[in-house]
């Protein structure tokens, strides 16, 4: 079956611009998270979608990175102005219900965003 | 504050075993996970422990220790595709993981 899937692969941007990541869940899964992982590191925890609803979005750095999940399956992560310090890969996972308690997350391939 | 330590890197040899430690200190606890990332991809899930004790897997076995809040992942019979990075994650109370900064293995033949 399909895994999770995130689109663009790669994307690279200039200081200042806008950008859109995309992620595409396993289908049934109901939990989203989103991460960025700098080399070398640990994934950083950024936001998680329980459905359509932001259950916990503690882990934004700032008010540039917002998220979205309309419909309770794709999920857009949105980074405004960017700036060098945001080049990582950000990486989605999703899993079938956080609610439920202990679930394992399943990883997309990634973005790498590049900001020159 | 919640923390995850492990190695930055360890070296072995093929055919060989090699253990991979972890120490966790989160806010409350669900259970700790191992997963398996190679270079430029994606991380996958290898092993979840909440119970103390030794979980076999084939060649990898994930070990847990509560009180001393201390896993460890062994793998046997290295193979060279082994070589990659092993991340520890606990889950705290809240279902979230706090991720460890990573242990890269590298295989010697």
């Known amino acids: 079956g399909a895994g999770v899937s995130q689109t663009p692969s790669n994307k690279v941007t200039e200081k200042g611009k806008y950008v859109e990541l995309r992620c595409d869940p396993i289908?049934?899964?109901?939990?989203l998270y989103w991460y960025r992982q700098s080399l070398g590191q640990g994934p950083e925890f950024l936001i998680y979608?329980?459905?359509?609803?932001?259950?916990?979005d503690s882990g934004l750095p700032n008010d540039r990175f917002f998220a979205v999940r309309p419909e309770g399956s794709v999920s857009t992560l949105k980074i405004q102005r960017t700036e060098r310090g945001d080049s990582a890969v950000y990486l989605c996972?999703?899993?079938?219900?956080?609610?439920?308690?202990?679930?394992?997350?399943?990883f997309g391939p990634g973005t790498r965003l590049t900001v020159l | 504050g919640q923390n995850i330590d492990q190695p930055t890197e360890m070296t072995a040899t093929e055919g060989a075993i090699v253990q991979i430690n972890c120490t966790y200190q989160?806010?409350?606890?669900?259970?700790l996970f191992w997963y398996q990332q190679h270079a430029g991809e994606a991380p996958t899930f290898l092993s979840y422990?909440?119970l103390d004790g030794l979980e076999e897997k084939g060649r990898f076995s994930s070990f847990l220790s509560r009180s001393k809040g201390y896993s460890y992942l062994l793998l046997k019979e290295l193979q060279m595709k082994d070589s990659a990075s092993y991340l520890c994650?606990?889950?705290?109370?809240?279902?979230?993981?706090?991720w460890g900064a990573g242990t890269k293995l590298i295989i010697k033949p």
């Open positions: 979608f329980q459905g359509t609803g932001a259950a916990d």
């Open positions: 989160t806010s409350g606890f669900n259970g």
């Open positions: 996972a999703s899993s079938l219900s956080v609610i439920a308690g202990v679930d394992t997350q399943y």
């Open positions: 422990n909440v």
């Open positions: 289908s049934g899964h109901t939990a």
């Open positions: 994650a606990a889950m705290d109370s809240n279902y979230q993981l706090i």
